[in-house]
Structure formats: C-alpha cells, structure tokens
C-alpha cells in the first residue's frame, strides 16, 4: 500500500472538510530583532527561564510502585554480584517490598545526580542507600544506619552490602533502623 494513499473513509473526509491555510514566510524587521535581542539579554541578565541543570535520563530496576528509591554504589561492577543481590532480596524479602515496589538505582550511572535530584525525578518517599556516604549526595555529615529526613523524604544510610555481609554489628544496627523505617 502507497504510504500516501488513505483507505479509511472517515479520515478522507475530515481532510477534505477542514480547511487547510498556507502562511508565507515573512522575515523580522530590524526593530523586531532588537527588541527580540533586549529581550534576551534581559533574561540572560536577571536569570528568568533558567533551566535547572541538565541531567542524564535516569535508568533504574523495579516497578517504584511504593515510591522506594534503593541506590547501590559500586564503582568496580556493573551489576550485583550473586551474593551481595542473595542479600538485597534477603533483605526486601524480610519487610515485605517486592520489585513492583522499588527503584534500584546503580549511583556509578548517575554522578551528576545529588540525594534531591534522586528523589524529585522518583518521587521517592524513603530511601536506602548502599554504599554511598552522605556527602556524595549532597547531604553533608551524616552517620549510618540512622533513619534521616529531609524534605519529607525518610532515608538510612549504611555500609556496601559486601561490607554489610561481613559485619553482625552493622548487619545488626542497620536491621535495627530498616524495622522502624519499614514498620
């Protein structure tokens, strides 16, 4: 069938019924091309219709159904190793989040994304964070596994699921937190 043949006889017939104008192509005079050059300084100068700065789309695992931001940093791996992701389900298994749930995010994909950028983009409303100290997100000194809050948004920062596999303590403070943040 010729792309520009139309078989549909009710589409022939809105194009044939609607009518269709042609505008010539005028050229701005010089008057309305320094009034549009103030114009442009103008916004230039005083900030207005500044863009927020540009990001790179955001690639994230998972459904974000519930509005959970998970952000893993690895800067060695693409991907989770067998055990530390045995972990993550281990996990999210034990306060009952499914895939649907979350968004799992590799922060070695997105420097340029700080904690806000994070959240604004998911619409998140808590956060775990693997791996990552808090200053990397743009949050200043904070400890781990400790529950933080910033603009509504509920969060714990703890050790790399590696080091958090490793360590009962921590394994054990963190429980602690993830138990009142996932009630």
Same mark, same amino acid.
């Given at each position: 069938m010729n792309p520009l043949q139309i078989d549909n006889a009710q589409a022939l017939r809105l194009f044939f019924q609607e009518e269709l104008y042609v505008f010539p192509d005028t050229k701005l005079n010089s008057q309305d091309e320094v009034k549009q050059e103030e114009l442009i300084s103008e916004i230039a100068e005083t900030g207005v219709g500044?863009?927020?700065?540009? @990001?790179?789309?955001?690639?994230? %695992? &998972? &459904?974000n159904g519930q509005r959970i931001l998970i952000l893993l940093k690895d800067t060695? *791996?693409?991907? $989770?190793?067998?055990e +530390?992701? #045995?972990?993550?389900?281990?996990?999210?298994?034990?306060? #009952?989040?499914?895939?649907?749930?979350?968004a799992l995010v590799f922060?070695?994909?997105? !420097?340029?994304?700080?904690?806000?950028?994070? /959240?604004?983009v998911l619409t998140s409303q808590r956060v775990?964070?693997? &791996?990552?100290?808090? +200053?990397? %997100? &743009? @949050?200043?000194? %904070?400890?781990?596994?400790?529950?933080?809050e910033q603009a509504g948004v509920k969060f714990?920062? !703890?050790? *790399? $699921? /590696?080091?958090?596999?490793d360590d009962v303590q921590a394994k054990?403070?963190?429980?602690?937190? %993830?138990?009142?943040?996932?009630?």
């Open positions: 500044k863009a927020e700065k540009s @990001l790179a789309p955001l690639n994230y %695992l &998972g &459904g060695l *791996h693409k991907d $989770l190793h067998a +530390e992701r #045995k972990l993550l389900m281990a996990i999210l298994e034990a306060i #009952k989040i499914k895939v649907s749930d979350y922060w070695d994909a997105h !420097t340029d994304y700080l904690f806000q950028d994070f /959240t604004r775990l964070s693997f &791996g990552m100290n808090s +200053e990397l %997100l &743009g @949050l200043g000194e %904070l400890p781990f596994n400790a529950i933080h714990i920062l !703890t050790h *790399h $699921l /590696t080091a958090l596999k054990r403070a963190f429980w602690s937190q %993830l138990k009142v943040l996932f009630p």
